[in-house]
């Protein structure tokens, strides 16, 4: 299976964010209809529905097509895109003057490092393992 590398690329890479989505989902919609939690989620829904998993499968991509020339372990490479989807989401927000909570910009310092490690953790162990089942690590 040594065809169209970039494509098996693309689909290890919109695996993970793609399942994580529809546990969200059930989440938000628990929390809205059952709970009657207040959350405007309309207004940023577009940015991880549509955003993210293809963000993911075109940074994979990027990996499979960057290891030809430089080496940079793919924990590394998931660890840029988490400081990028964080710039991007941040940016979006503000775009469309979604408000932030307060408990949410309070626990930033804390939560980023973590965010970093999740992001680190996963690229090297799912999307390596999705990469490696698809023959294309």
């Known amino acids: ?5 970039y494509l098996r ?6 695996t993970i964010p793609t399942m994580m989505l529809i546990l969200i989902m059930i989440v938000f ?3 809205r209809y059952i709970f009657n939690v207040s ?12 955003i993210v998993p293809n963000l993911w499968g075109l940074w994979n991509i990027l990996y ?5 020339y430089r080496y940079l372990p793919i924990g590394f490479h998931g660890v840029v895109l988490a400081l990028v989807q964080v710039l991007l989401a941040f ?7 979604f408000e932030t909570p307060q408990l949410m910009t309070s626990i930033f310092p804390f939560g ?9 953790l996963v690229w090297k162990h799912l999307v390596a393992f999705l990469n490696a089942v698809l023959g294309i690590e």
């Open 64 to 68: 499979i097509y960057l290891r030809r």
């Open 91 to 97: 940016g979006i927000a503000k775009l469309v003057s």
């Open 1 to 5: 299976m040594k065809t169209y590398p």
């Open 112 to 120: 980023l490092p973590i965010v970093v490690v999740v992001f680190y």
């Open 39 to 50: 959350i405007s989620v309309e207004k940023i829904i577009v940015f991880p529905m549509a």
């Open 29 to 31: 919609t628990i929390a």
């Open 9 to 14: 690329a693309y689909m290890a890479g919109i």
